[in-house]
C-alpha cells in the first residue's frame, strides 16, 4: 500500500501487513501517529481500494468490495472522527446503524427502506434497551431520544456512536481510537461497551494510543512499525517488550 505526497514523491506505507484476528477476542492495534493504522482499516472496511495483498473475513475473500456492501456483511466502524450523523435524532442514529452502518445513504436508508411498524417498534426498544445497559435505569439519554444528534457534546456522540454499534449486524468492529477526546471519567462507560460487544459474540480490532486503556481491555496487542506488524502476542508482552518501549513508547 503506497500514497503519494503533496511532492508527487511515492511512499511505501504498509509494505507487508500480516494479521490474523482472532475471533471473540479484543485484539489492538498500536503505533505511532502516521504509521497506517487507520489506512488499514480503510483497507478492511472498502474505504482504500488501491493496495495489493487479500482481506479475507471468515474465510471470504472481501478484496476491492465496496464499503457499504462490507458493512452490511457484517463489519461495523467508528471512525476515528465519527460522530452522530447531525440532523438526525438520538434515536434515528440508533436505528440507522443496524440498516447503513457507514452512513453513507442515511437518508435514503430512511426515507425509502420499507419497514413494518412492528420491526420499527423492535429496534426501538433494542435502542431503549442498550441505552439503559450502559448507562443505567433513568438515564437521560432515554428522555433526549428525539433530540437532533447535535443536542450532544463531542465525547458523548462519541460513546453514543459507540453504543450504536451494539445495535446488530455485525461480527467484526473496527474501532479507531475510542477513547479519543473523551472524557476521563467516560472511559470506564467506553471500556464496559466493548466488553458488552465481546459478550454479544462480536470480535473487536481497536486502534488506540492510551495504553492505560489497551493493558485494561485488549487481550492480544498487534504493533504496526515501519509498514508492518512488528510484533504480536498478548497485551503486557507486546507492551513490555524492549523494543516497542523504545521505538513507540518513549521509554
Ligand atoms: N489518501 C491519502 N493520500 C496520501 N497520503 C495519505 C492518504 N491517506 C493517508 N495518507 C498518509 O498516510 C499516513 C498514514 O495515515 P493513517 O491515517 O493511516 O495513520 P495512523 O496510523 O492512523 O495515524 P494516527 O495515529 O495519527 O491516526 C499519513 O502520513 C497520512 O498522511
Ligand atoms: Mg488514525
Known amino acids: 500500500m503506497s500514497f503519494t505526497n503533496a511532492q508527487k514523491e511515492t511512499f511505501d506505507l504498509l509494505r507487508g501487513v500480516n494479521l490474523d484476528v482472532e475471533k471473540g477476542k479484543i485484539t489492538a492495534l498500536v503505533g505511532g501517529n502516521g504509521t497506517g493504522k487507520t489506512t488499514l482499516f480503510n483497507i478492511i472496511s472498502g474505504f482504500e481500494k488501491d493496495y495489493t495483498g487479500d482481506v479475507v473475513f471468515e474465510g471470504n475473500n472481501f478484496n476491492h468490495i465496496p464499503a457499504h456492501r462490507i458493512s452490511l456483511m457484517g463489519i461495523g466502524r467508528l471512525f476515528q472522527d465519527g460522530q452522530l450523523l447531525s440532523g438526525l435524532t438520538l434515536m434515528e442514529n440508533m436505528k440507522l446503524a443496524s440498516d447503513d452502518k457507514t452512513g453513507e445513504m442515511p437518508f435514503s436508508s430512511l426515507l425509502w427502506r420499507k419497514r413494518s411498524k412492528a420491526a420499527e417498534a423492535v429496534k426501538e426498544q433494542q435502542a431503549k434497551d442498550i441505552l439503559v445497559r450502559i448507562f443505567g435505569e433513568g438515564n437521560k439519554y432515554l428522555n433526549m431520544l428525539n433530540q437532533d444528534a447535535s443536542a450532544f457534546s463531542y465525547g458523548e456522540q462519541r460513546i453514543l456512536s459507540l453504543a450504536r454499534l451494539l445495535m446488530g449486524g455485525d461480527r467484526l468492529l473496527l474501532l479507531d481510537e475510542p477513547t479519543s477526546g473523551v472524557n476521563p471519567v467516560y472511559i470506564d462507560t467506553i471500556e464496559q461497551i466493548i466488553r ?35 510484533k504480536l502476542g498478548p497485551t503486557a508482552e507486546v507492551l513490555d517488550d524492549k523494543n516497542v518501549r523504545n521505538s513507540y513508547l518513549g521509554l
Open 196 to 230: 458488552e460487544m465481546v459478550v454479544e459474540g462480536l470480535t473487536v480490532l481497536l486502534i488506540e494510543h492510551n495504553m492505560h486503556f489497551v493493558r485494561r481491555v485488549a487481550d492480544i496487542c498487534a504493533y504496526l512499525d515501519d509498514g508492518i506488524i512488528a
